[in-house]
């Protein structure tokens, strides 16, 4: 390593690697964009204490990639880092840990004489020379003006299936031409402001051509853009054949990356699965199980105390089972859409049992009784006193977010060039809320509300969303009310960012520290939960507040305020009356940033699915609400 030069650049969160900027992702520095690099780059050689466990997210990981056999994910790995590498910079072990990053866009501009032209140009030094301050790491032009620094030209080109690549400056500015005065000429970017449209001059320095950005936006401009190259530059491939649009789109928009992720609750083991469940989840500690030997072996030690709640000869024969259908697995029988793991079944099965199951290291929960006023709305409320989540990144798409239910809709791009027995993961711990509506009030309010016209507007809103979708187009004939979540679920997720934004303005919370799971089920399987949990590493989700507030009389007074609070909002009456109608195609009725909106972060779905009028009355239609008239503020 050379002694003005270091590797690092900068620091990320674990779960910034997973939902802001991960494998694939462009990472926006002080100075210049990186690029996090694919699996192959990465490495954890010589560290310990990387994997997770989690057998439940393991199994979902497998099937939502349809990987079997020998190709199954087997580890779920944090993020490479060691300790120290802080407080002794230098240290060149601690310097080669870390996530790989690669610069991109790759092509430069000067910030004083506008020189625009590749990072390989000899133009150009990177300075990294503080092992103290990676942050500062930069380009600087050697030009006349002393060394001025060199961002990164923020035009990339991204297509619908997920490829990135570089602007094609240099063809762009000669129209799709060669250069005739040099064959790798260097060009300046003139950025000349403006507040209608981007009004960026390239100009070749060689032979004098000019041309405008603007002759690449927008529809009229994707004439001028060269086909889609196929490339994939965090893997270094390119695929051959790519029949998409180019896009031309600004480094670091938000749609330039959406992570595909998978979050499971650890519960407790022999308490939420049958035996072939427990087996397929549980499996890489299982699968030597194959006789009554092995079996006493094994349920005699504490960690698999668990398998004594079990027949052995059933679970040996769950085990045979098992591995027939692994080996017996044929590529054909992986070809179809792929099917959503159901990960809530299990958390809701645990979450709602009576009596509660005995705690772990990693659940713990605990009933409170209900308060007097909110009986005829909560069937049950509990505190779940401890809790780990799981996380793991299975991919990304580009310019349409992958959705949950409907996997098909947007086109997944790889982690890696080849197969790899892992995905990045990273756990958080803290404590939680859940609380169970009444499945009766639930029941009669869904009937009443299937024919209202409100509920009807946020059907056909949905529809239209996926009909306009621009990943749709390539998947053909579909039903447009696929993943429809259901009228129950409108309900419940409003309720849950109700008790958010109540709880971080009440009780001091960030709502971006606290998560939900809303347990909605479908027709053939009801379900009526909320679960509002800290979600994020640090001593706020840890040290008791949250459970607390399940406790009387906070959690009335929490409850009633939400509800208080959601009858009136800064923005009505616009937000009051707002819904969906053709052909607008947003999903959302009667909530904005001032009353139902949380962090992004914090809701499963984008905030999305959200109208509060479902909850309180708003001078419309009182029937459609579902709090019992005595909560009503």
Same mark, same amino acid.
């Given at each position: 390593?050379?002694?003005?030069?270091?590797?690092?650049?900068?620091?990320?969160? +674990?779960?910034?690697?997973?939902?802001?900027?991960?494998?694939?992702?462009?990472?926006?520095? +002080?100075?210049?964009?990186?690029?996090?690099?694919?699996?192959?780059?990465?490495?954890?050689?010589?560290?310990?204490?990387?994997?997770?466990?989690?057998?439940?997210?393991?199994?979902?990981?497998?099937?939502?990639?349809?990987?079997?056999?020998?190709?199954?994910?087997?580890?779920?790995?944090?993020?490479?880092?060691?300790?120290?590498?802080?407080?002794?910079?230098?240290?060149?072990?601690?310097?080669?840990?870390?996530?790989?990053?690669?610069?991109?866009?790759?092509?430069?501009?000067?910030?004083?004489?506008?020189?625009?032209?590749?990072?390989?140009?000899?133009?150009?030094?990177?300075?990294?020379?503080? +092992?103290?301050?990676?942050?500062?790491?930069?380009?600087?032009?050697?030009?006349?003006?002393?060394?001025?620094?060199?961002?990164?030209?923020?035009?990339?080109?991204?297509?619908?299936?997920?490829?990135?690549?570089?602007?094609?400056?240099?063809?762009?500015?000669?129209?799709?031409?060669?250069?005739?005065?040099?064959? @790798?000429?260097?060009?300046?970017?003139?950025?000349?402001?403006?507040?209608?449209?981007?009004?960026?001059?390239?100009?070749?320095?060689?032979?004098?051509?000019?041309?405008?950005?603007?002759?690449?936006?927008?529809?009229?401009?994707?004439?001028?853009?060269?086909?889609?190259?196929?490339?994939?530059?965090?893997?270094?491939?390119?695929?051959?054949?790519?029949? &998409?649009?180019?896009?031309?789109?600004?480094?670091?928009?938000?749609?330039?990356?959406?992570?595909?992720?998978?979050?499971?609750?650890?519960?407790?083991?022999?308490?939420?699965?049958?035996?072939?469940?427990?087996?397929?989840?549980?499996?890489?500690?299982?699968?030597?199980?194959?006789?009554?030997?092995?079996?006493?072996?094994?349920?005699?030690?504490?960690?698999?105390?668990?398998?004594?709640?079990?027949?052995?000869?059933?679970?040996?024969?769950?085990?045979?089972?098992?591995?027939?259908?692994?080996?017996?697995?044929?590529?054909?029988?992986?070809?179809?859409?792929?099917?959503?793991?159901?990960?809530?079944?299990?958390?809701?099965?645990?979450?709602?049992?009576?009596?509660?199951?005995?705690?772990?290291?990693?659940?713990?929960?605990?009933?409170?009784?209900?308060?007097?006023?909110?009986?005829?709305?909560?069937?049950?409320?509990?505190?779940?006193?401890?809790?780990?989540?799981?996380?793991?990144?299975?991919?990304?798409?580009?310019?349409?977010?992958?959705?949950?239910?409907?996997?098909?809709?947007?086109?997944?791009?790889?982690?890696?060039?080849?197969?790899?027995?892992?995905?990045?993961?990273?756990?958080?711990?803290?404590?939680?809320?859940?609380?169970?509506?009444? &499945?009766?009030?639930?029941?009669?309010?869904? &009937?009443?509300?299937?024919?209202?016209?409100?509920?009807?507007?946020?059907?056909?809103?949905?529809?239209?969303?996926?009909?306009?979708?621009?990943?749709?187009?390539?998947?053909?004939?579909?039903?447009?009310?696929?993943?429809?979540?259901?009228?129950?679920?409108?309900?419940?997720?409003?309720?849950?960012?109700?008790?958010?934004?109540?709880?971080?303005?009440?009780?001091?919370?960030?709502?971006?520290?606290?998560?939900?799971?809303?347990?909605?089920?479908?027709?053939?399987?009801?379900?009526?939960?909320?679960?509002?949990?800290?979600?994020?590493?640090?001593?706020?989700?840890?040290?008791?507040?949250?459970?607390?507030?399940? &406790?009387?009389?906070?959690?009335?007074?929490?409850?009633?305020?939400?509800?208080?609070?959601?009858?009136?909002?800064?923005?009505? +009456?616009?937000?009051?009356?707002?819904?969906?109608?053709?052909?607008?195609?947003?999903?959302?009725?009667?909530?904005?940033?001032?009353?139902?909106?949380?962090?992004?972060?914090?809701?499963?779905?984008?905030?999305?699915?959200?109208?509060?009028?479902?909850?309180?009355?708003?001078?419309?239609?009182?029937?459609?609400?579902?709090?019992?008239?005595?909560? @009503?503020?």
């Amino acid at each position: 390593m050379s002694a003005n030069y270091y590797r690092r650049v900068g620091a990320a969160r +674990p779960s910034h690697l997973m939902y802001t900027a991960g494998v694939g992702a462009l990472i926006d520095l +002080p100075n210049f964009s990186v690029l996090v690099k694919g699996l192959e780059s990465w490495s954890h050689s010589g560290l310990t204490d990387y994997v997770i466990d989690e057998p439940r997210l393991r199994t979902a990981v497998n099937r939502s990639l349809q990987l079997y056999g020998a190709a199954q994910i087997n580890e779920l790995r944090s993020a490479p880092w060691v300790e120290g590498a802080d407080s002794s910079p230098k240290d060149a072990a601690a310097q080669a840990v870390g996530v790989p990053v690669t610069p991109f866009p790759q092509w430069l501009r000067c910030t004083a004489c506008n020189l625009l032209a590749p990072i390989d140009a000899e133009a150009f030094t990177f300075v990294n020379n503080n +092992p103290r301050t990676p942050h500062e790491a930069k380009f600087v032009h050697d030009c006349k003006r002393g060394k001025p620094l060199a961002v990164a030209a923020r035009f990339t080109l991204v297509c619908i299936t997920g490829h990135l690549d570089e602007f094609p400056y240099v063809p762009f500015v000669h129209h799709g031409n060669a250069c005739s005065k040099a064959p @790798r000429p260097l060009l300046r970017m003139k950025d000349h402001g403006g507040n209608q449209a981007a009004n960026v001059t390239l100009e070749c320095v060689a032979c004098g051509e000019q041309r405008n950005i603007r002759d690449a936006m927008g529809e009229r401009g994707r004439r001028n853009l060269p086909a889609c190259r196929g490339r994939h530059p965090h893997l270094g491939t390119y695929e051959a054949g790519c029949a &998409e649009e180019a896009t031309l789109m600004v480094a670091g928009a938000s749609n330039q990356w959406f992570p595909m992720t998978l979050s499971a609750l650890a519960l407790p083991p022999g308490k939420n699965a049958d035996l072939a469940e427990l087996v397929e989840e549980r499996w890489a500690e299982l699968q030597n199980v194959t006789s009554r030997v092995v079996f006493d072996a094994f349920a005699g030690t504490p960690v698999y105390a668990y398998l004594k709640e079990y027949d052995a000869e059933a679970l040996i024969a769950a085990v045979q089972a098992h591995q027939d259908r692994l080996t017996g697995k044929k590529a054909e029988d992986t070809a179809g859409p792929v099917t959503p793991p159901d990960l809530l079944s299990p958390e809701w099965a645990v979450l709602s049992s009576s009596p509660v199951p005995d705690a772990t290291d990693d659940f713990a929960l605990e009933e409170v009784t209900v308060p007097d006023r909110l009986k005829d709305l909560f069937a049950d409320v509990r505190q779940v006193q401890r809790l780990r989540e799981a996380r793991a990144l299975i991919g990304f798409t580009r310019l349409d977010a992958p959705d949950p239910e409907s996997p098909e809709i947007a086109t997944p791009v790889r982690l890696s060039r080849t197969s790899q027995n892992w995905v990045p993961a990273s756990e958080v711990r803290g404590e939680g809320i859940f609380l169970r509506v009444r &499945e009766e009030l639930m029941a009669e309010w869904e &009937e009443r509300m299937r024919k209202s016209p409100a509920m009807q507007a946020h059907r056909e809103a949905f529809a239209r969303f996926r009909t306009n979708r621009k990943s749709d187009r390539l998947h053909g004939p579909f039903d447009p009310m696929r993943g429809w979540p259901g009228e129950r679920y409108l309900a419940l997720h409003s309720l849950s960012h109700l008790l958010i934004r109540t709880i971080s303005l009440e009780c001091g919370y960030s709502s971006a520290s606290l998560g939900e799971r809303i347990y909605a089920g479908d027709e053939d399987n009801p379900r009526t939960g909320i679960l509002i949990y800290t979600a994020v590493p640090d001593s706020e989700g840890t040290l008791g507040g949250l459970v607390s507030l399940a &406790e009387d009389p906070h959690f009335e007074r929490i409850v009633r305020r939400a509800l208080r609070d959601a009858s009136r909002c800064s923005s009505d +009456p616009l937000c009051a009356e707002r819904l969906p109608h053709e052909p607008a195609d947003y999903l959302h009725g009667a909530a904005c940033h001032v009353c139902l909106f949380v962090s992004e972060t914090t809701c499963e779905r984008g905030n999305r699915f959200l109208d509060r009028r479902f909850l309180v009355p708003l001078g419309d239609e009182t029937d459609q609400v579902l709090t019992p008239i005595s909560l @009503r503020p």
